[in-house]
């Protein structure tokens, strides 16, 4: 069972309190932009193999929207930070880089 | 390998000889140095590609690689259900290519595929469901798919095991194709294998794609735990997979990839001679030939590759089937799995050419892709082989792009 730390009120809380956001970091796309841009904004989620980034929310807790840093090949859990972040802390990015020689890094 | 002909006639024969010469029913060759075309996925839907270009379109130099062992990705960990009761014409198309074809699959593949149109039921719960399900039969009236609307007493009727008061979720009536129903899945990818091999067609196991090639945009070949293998035409036919293997072929696909379970019940008496689908509580379930209570679920909401899911799904789809069947709540599961499922944001399949010259992609048949294999097959094969095929016009990968959805996924509930 998923276990994830909740980065505001510091519960570890398990699956069935949670509810699954889908990928963290959209860049948002609006009027003016290609249509390339809005299919991707819209449709084209990262979905690899390995570290992924996504964005949770404390839905029988808090109730707050959190990220996560996430293995989707071995479920293992890397971190947890907050929602305003624009990108992963620099610190879990270097945690999972050691954890994970072969990642690519942040895309 | 040449395929020796399974009949009656050819087990009395065996008999005089204990049985001794069977032969085995598709061959493990070495991969050869090219072939006109690649199918990566030796599963259902790749099989069936593979079949039908060599039947249909007389493309035999065809290999069909796989990175585990045949038929033990989603093909092998379905629910096995079978049915084409759709809304959108698309969708209705292929799906009911499929199920036609699995109607004479056996006596085509020459193998027993344990094909039985036992009818199937989605039950209506609530209102709202009600009034989908009827939109349904409607339209499927108009596509010519014979499905009908029946009343809670016919539903009890056809199973009597079922609680239709409730209290909760009372049955208020069922969506039913009479035609719908079940086949034996392992068989499928089974009989597909033989029958290319009988071809002379190369199914290679064990063979992981590392990685694809291409010049100048266009497809070359492809690496693998076997060597490097060339090819003119490449069709990725990988589910779960589907986006790990466009990543190394250079473009995206709008897929994720996750988890969904199933289980089967201990053996017990023949009680339910029907599927049942149950929508709004998440739960499906029919019986199986040797007596097991097939039973399947929702997916997890996140992604995952791991080929198992959340235990919570399981209790939840368990205890939503225990109202609408009491009598199961003494059961004991013997088994419990699950496999990846690839998901669209409209919940319908991309049958597609792609970005890179050479390469079709067949995937996104998410939570229910079994039912659509021969369908699949016939539908790709054609649009490797000519460029293009009504069957798979709608679902081209740059739908998304072009608003032109196929929406299913309120259509046909959760289980599809």
């Not at chain 2, 014409?89 to 009911?96: H, T, V």
């Not at chain 2, 709008?254 to 019940?265: F, G, T, Y």
Request: proline share 4%.
């Amino acid at each position: 069972m998923l276990t994830l730390e909740c980065p505001y009120c510091g519960v570890k809380a398990e699956e069935t309190e949670l509810q699954a956001g889908g990928e963290a970091h959209l860049k948002r796309y609006g009027p003016g932009a290609s249509d390339e841009e809005f299919e991707g904004y819209l449709f084209m989620r990262k979905n690899p193999k390995g570290v992924h980034f996504e964005r949770w929310r404390h839905a029988y807790g808090c109730g707050k929207w959190f990220l996560a840093a996430r293995c989707t090949a071995t479920l293992e859990v890397f971190g947890t930070y907050p929602a305003q972040s624009t990108q992963p802390p620099v610190d879990l990015q270097a945690k999972i880089k050691a954890k994970r020689p072969n990642w690519e890094g942040y895309k | 390998m040449a395929m020796r002909r399974y009949s009656a006639f050819a087990i009395a024969k065996e008999a005089m000889s204990y049985h001794l010469g069977w032969e085995r029913a598709w061959g493990s060759p070495a991969p050869k140095k090219k072939y006109d075309v690649i199918i990566v996925g030796a599963g259902g839907h790749g099989l069936a590609t593979a079949y039908y270009l060599g039947k249909n379109y007389g493309i035999t130099n065809v290999a069909i690689i796989e990175k585990g062992w045949l038929g033990g990705g989603n093909t092998g960990r379905n629910t096995t259900i079978i049915r084409s009761n759709y809304l959108q014409d698309p969708s209705a198309a292929i799906y009911e290519k499929a199920r036609s074809l699995y109607e004479t699959m056996s006596q085509d593949l020459n193998y027993n595929v344990m094909f039985s149109p036992r009818g199937l039921l989605m039950l209506g719960q609530t209102e709202h469901e009600v009034r989908g399900y009827k939109r349904t039969v409607y339209a499927n009236n108009l596509q010519g798919v014979a499905t009908e609307w029946i009343s809670p007493a016919k539903v009890k009727e056809l199973v009597p095991i079922i609680n239709i008061d409730g209290p909760r979720y009372p049955v208020l009536g069922a969506l039913y194709q009479a035609r719908g129903g079940t086949a034996r899945h392992d068989a499928v990818a089974w009989g597909y294998a033989r029958a290319c091999s009988g071809m002379g067609m190369d199914v290679i196991q064990q063979c992981e794609v590392t990685g694809v090639r291409t010049e100048g945009g266009k497809v070359v070949g492809v690496d693998t735990t076997k060597g490097a293998i060339d090819c003119d035409k490449l069709g990725m036919v990988v589910a779960g997979h589907a986006s790990v293997l466009a990543e190394q072929a250079g473009f995206r696909l709008p897929i994720e990839s996750l988890a969904l379970q199933a289980m089967v019940s201990e053996p017990i008496k023949p009680c339910m001679d029907v599927v049942v689908m149950a929508n709004t509580v998440h739960g499906y379930m029919s019986q199986s030939d040797k007596g097991e209570m097939v039973i399947g679920g929702g997916t997890d909401g996140f992604n995952n590759y791991t080929q198992r899911g959340s235990f919570h799904h399981i209790e939840e789809t368990v205890r939503a089937l225990i109202e609408t069947f009491p009598m199961i709540s003494r059961l004991k599961q013997l088994r419990q799995w699950g496999g990846i499922v690839d998901m669209t944001g409209d919940r319908s399949p991309i049958l597609s050419k792609t970005p890179v010259e050479g390469i079709f992609v067949n995937c996104g048949w998410g939570t229910g892709g079994f039912k659509a294999i021969p369908g699949s097959g016939w539908a790709m094969a054609e649009l490797m082989a000519r460029g293009q095929s009504p069957l798979t016009e709608e679902f081209s990968m740059y739908r998304f792009r072009e608003g032109k959805f196929i929406d299913e996924s309120v259509a046909a509930g959760v289980a599809h």
